[in-house]
């Protein structure tokens, strides 16, 4: 069995609580892997075995005060920077005043129950868990490079290591235009602002701001620097850093700094996934996944006015007697069949078509590089797999119609959909589960 992303150490005296506990992390972080106990002893052991993204302790165990726990933890060499989070119904004046010498992260108030509990844990893993991300790391004394690297992939992160400014250009290009998935791109650059060769740290940061357009917050730069007086280290804010560390580096302010920028760097990709999926939903039809009609009149015009795209063909499909599975089977069996036939279109149709729905029971498509003779055999065996779907046990048709630009390119929008209307209506005069062009 494969190792799940995450683990966490969970310290209760209570087998019920802990039994609960993990049930509801479970159900709520299905790839974090929670491993439970209930004395401090027992604790040691699976830190001394085992390796923690996190420690939660209540602050009254059988044998010894969870604060001890977590004098252990800060004490220990393998987890001195996991965070420790002490489980209380009193978060009291010598609970704060100890807690914080003994190195405590964060409280629970126990009394908010455990579903509460679940929700502070995940939310506390998505804001301060550790170091995951790829780091471009540019230095270029080899020396510095080995200390600074083991620091790195001590806490996780991956790293990858260039010596020039020149490579690290190459990488960043590559980044930005090879990378297929964000798992595999660069999150932050760590670069000496001095570097041998005709590019210095200064031009690589230039060119990451200037050249790529990437902004602090999509590619945060912490540079390393000498003791510069102070208006070298304002050069370095000029020139585009979130941050700097002066060499030599404290691994703590070292990591510290990188953790700050890789939180800057996911709230980023946080709010750009959340943007896109934002964008997505307003041009989405939500139950059928296809575009929706807005979609079609705010790009259909560039659509079939693009060269690239010519010829055109729309293609328009009305399911036959919809109204019928409405009204005698229900509305959501006729949203079943709306669903299905979704499915369908944007599994069958070429790629690169835009599959709208028109309105109620019609779907509009556009279809490129497409002549009619063609987009009439593909609308025929479209019409043939949506005769075989049957979705929720119903049988259905399609009357469908068709028109190009073929040989009028200067047809717009309006008149290339009403002709394909015109054809539409042809189909249902002419006894239905057809198509006409």
Not at 22 to 38: F, H, K, Q, S
Not at 159 to 173: S, Y
Not at 211 to 219: L, N, P, W
Not at 379 to 403: F, H, K, N, Q, Y
């Amino acid at each position: 069995m494969s190792r799940k992303l995450n683990r966490i150490l969970v310290v209760d005296g209570s087998e019920v609580a802990r039994t609960i506990i993990v049930r509801i992390l479970n159900e709520e972080m299905p790839e974090t892997e929670i491993i439970t106990c209930g004395t401090v002893e027992k604790a040691c052991e699976w830190l001394e075995q085992s390796h923690f993204e996190l420690v939660t302790t209540a602050l009254m165990l059988r044998d010894k005060d969870g604060l001890e726990l977590c004098r252990y933890v800060r004490a220990s060499r393998n987890h001195h920077y996991t965070p420790t989070i002490v489980v209380s119904g009193d978060a009291d004046t010598r609970l704060l005043r100890e807690g914080f010498a003994a190195g405590v992260t964060d409280y629970f108030d126990k009394s908010l129950g455990y579903r509460a509990f679940a929700e502070f844990i995940k939310d506390f893993m998505q804001r301060k868990f550790g170091l995951v991300g790829r780091i471009l790391y540019v230095e270029d004394s080899l020396t510095t490079a080995k200390l600074h690297m083991r620091m790195m992939e001590k806490h996780g992160l991956q790293v990858t290591h260039t010596t020039h400014a020149e490579e690290a250009l190459q990488l960043l290009h590559n980044n930005d235009t090879c990378a297929p998935v964000a798992s595999e791109s660069f999150d932050i650059v760590v670069t000496d602002f001095f570097l041998q060769g005709k590019l210095t740290g200064g031009d690589l940061l230039h060119a990451i701001r200037a050249k790529f357009h990437y902004s602090q917050q999509e590619m945060p730069v912490l540079v390393l620097t000498g003791s510069e007086p102070g208006e070298k280290q304002v050069e370095v804010f000029h020139a585009g850093a979130n941050d700097f560390v002066s060499k030599p580096v404290l691994e703590e302010v070292f990591m510290a700094r990188i953790r700050s920028l890789l939180l800057i760097k996911q709230q980023f990709t946080a709010l750009k996934r959340q943007t896109e999926a934002m964008h997505r939903q307003a041009i989405t039809d939500t139950l059928t996944r296809v575009y929706n009609r807005r979609y079609l009149l705010d790009h259909g015009e560039h659509f079939i006015a693009s060269r690239e795209n010519h010829p055109v063909s729309a293609i328009l499909l009305d399911i036959d007697h919809f109204k019928k599975i409405n009204d005698n089977l229900g509305h959501i069996v006729g949203d079943r069949v709306l669903e299905a036939l979704g499915a369908l279109l944007l599994e069958r149709v070429p790629e690169h078509a835009m599959v709208v729905r028109f309105g109620g029971e019609e779907f509009a498509m556009l279809v490129p590089r497409c002549t009619i003779d063609e987009a009439e055999i593909c609308a025929d065996r479209l019409r043939l797999d949506i005769e075989a779907l049957t979705p929720a046990s119903v049988s259905i048709t399609v009357s469908m119609g068709l028109a190009s630009n073929q040989h009028n390119p200067e047809l717009n929008l309006t008149q290339l959909i009403n002709h394909a209307d015109k054809a539409l209506y042809a189909a249902k005069a002419q006894g239905r589960n057809q198509v006409c062009a």
